[in-house]
């Protein structure tokens, strides 16, 4: 057979063989995400506090319980490692029956009541912990058996079952893995969750890769690109030229409108916000002279920094607890009085006015806000000297004391307790071995916080709230501004595969069920 006719029976074989013969191979499925990041602090659920480790974490963990996704009601908690769970009549003792067969990540094995104890009481431990004094009243951590975990509280817990969700120290760590890598856990973490860890570029991105032994099933979704980019105008470039699917949004209403507008894209509005508070810091004089604090607190008008934000995405606050959580008392807020701030100077010995410094980060949610608030102290005479850094820079100093009023935001469980305890409560005193984040070194509510706790009822218990709530509002440990929304934009293509309300960990749930069409 010559050449050509060789040539000509390969031409008419080939086309069928890739039609018929050959099996399609599928395109992975990747979701490129950008979050507003420089870099990834730590990925130890016990120690991830800023949103983009927060984001991650809650990709490749799991609780006992979990916050079913899209929801943020604590009404909704379901079982998430645990199957069933049953509590005593004076909800002291609470026991968790585990779901069989459940992998961690990698070679780490299967998933026991002791990995269970062991990530609980590193939650607890302030040593290991960012989160230790929520999980202050857990008396003991046990494991009856392989598949049963009991927990025992020295006192009745408001929002118990938060503690033991997919959320902040509630997620289940392997206890081989922290053993084997140590202090290098934060950075590969090993969980139960749809997505587990491949590799990380120093300030550049994180990759996740879909864990096909997940219990609920292998995701639909092959991998996640996670790309570190700080300039919001860098995300919104990269998204807008289809080269990310999911970006953290920049949360101020012009914005929102804008990207409302934008080709293929959604724009994403949900709950917890992250209640915006101006902490002053008593141990600095003359911040220790309640005039001082007074007037700063009469100098802030709230009402203009809402309409700055936009009221689409901030919402007023009018307690040191936020806008609605359980046992938030909206009998004490400040007034704006101008006049009334230049008096209290004067009455402190500032009648030429005082200059104070602010760590300031340099985000979008931080630095537009304290720049009208520094006008607004201008107005009475206090010179608020900004020394802006980065996001990471600014949480290292301003846990060092080194500013005079804390910007800070932030979302909790949302009962009053955790607010009032970790940001109120002079256990959690920035420079404590206990320290959370109480960075006014507030203690004016310390007994009542402490009574509520072991309150015998609902009724005591909001009582002594409300108290601890006038007597913070009295001693002007802060000024409360306002509770900003969660923000994020996704494409058309991307399916959440639930209805977005709302998310603890501050970004959208990517789950087994999560899809792209493009």
């Known amino acids: 057979m010559n050449s050509a006719r060789i040539t000509l029976i390969a031409a008419a074989i080939l086309p069928l063989l890739s039609s018929v013969c050959l099996p399609s191979i599928a395109a992975a499925e990747t979701l490129r995400v950008g979050v507003a990041a420089a870099d990834i602090s730590s990925l130890d659920p016990v120690r991830a506090t800023s949103t983009e480790d927060l984001t991650l974490v809650s990709w490749m963990f799991n609780g006992l319980l979990r916050f079913p996704p899209g929801s943020a009601d604590p009404s909704k908690i379901e079982g998430d490692l645990a199957e069933s769970w ?180 959604v724009v994403d509005i949900f709950a917890p916000g992250e209640y915006r508070t101006v902490f002053i810091n008593m141990t600095h004089p003359p911040f220790d002279n309640l005039k001082v604090r007074q007037a700063i607190a009469a100098a802030i008008n709230v009402d203009q920094i809402v309409q700055f934000v936009g009221a689409g995405v901030a919402l007023k606050g009018c307690s040191v607890v936020p806008s609605g959580y359980l046992g938030e008392d909206c009998t004490s807020a400040y007034s704006y009085d101008p006049d009334k701030a230049k008096a209290l100077l004067a009455e402190a010995g500032f009648d030429k006015g005082l200059t104070l410094s602010a760590v300031v980060s340099s985000s979008s949610s931080q630095k537009p806000v304290m720049e009208v608030i520094q006008a607004q102290l201008a107005q009475v005479g206090i010179d608020m000297q900004m020394k802006v850094v980065d996001h990471p820079t600014y949480h290292e100093q301003i846990r060092k004391d080194l500013s005079d009023l804390v910007f800070y935001g932030a979302a909790r469980y949302p009962v009053a307790d955790s607010y009032l305890s970790q940001f109120y409560h002079s256990n959690a005193e920035i420079g404590k071995p206990t320290a959370v984040t109480n960075f006014a070194h507030c203690d004016a509510g310390d007994a009542d916080i402490d009574a509520a706790r072991k309150a015998g009822s609902d009724e005591d218990r909001l009582k002594f709230w409300a108290a601890a709530q006038q007597k913070i509002h009295d001693q002007v440990c802060s000024v409360p501004l306002f509770t900003l929304m969660q923000v994020w934009v996704h494409n058309k293509a991307l399916d959440y595969g639930y209805e977005l309300k709302g998310s603890l960990n501050l970004a959208p749930p990517i789950t087994k069920k999560t899809s792209l069409s493009r």
Do not use: C
Request: glycine residues 8%; without cysteine.
């Open 86 to 265: 049953e509590s005593s009549a004076d909800g002291l003792v609470w026991t968790f029956h585990l779901r069989e067969g459940v992998k961690f990540h990698g070679d780490n094995g299967v998933l026991t009541a002791d990995d269970v104890v062991f990530s609980l009481e590193r939650a607890k431990n302030p040593d290991t912990s960012s989160y230790a004094s929520d999980y202050a009243a857990f008396q003991s951590i046990e494991a009856v058996d392989p598949k049963t975990v009991r927990i025992t509280l020295s006192t009745p817990v408001p929002g118990f079952l938060g503690l033991v969700a997919n959320y902040h120290g509630g997620h289940i760590v392997s206890r081989k893995a922290v053993e084997k890598l140590g202090a290098d856990f934060k950075g590969h973490p090993i969980g139960t969750g749809p997505f587990s860890f491949d590799k990380a570029v120093t300030q550049q991105s994180v990759h996740l890769n879909a864990f096909p032994d997940y219990f609920r099933g292998k995701p639909a979704i092959d991998d996640i690109d996670v790309d570190l980019i700080p300039s919001d105008s860098s995300r919104e470039l990269a998204f807008r030229s289809g080269e990310l699917d999911l970006i953290y949004g920049k949360r101020e209403q012009r914005w929102v409108d804008q990207a409302s507008g934008w080709d293929d894209a």
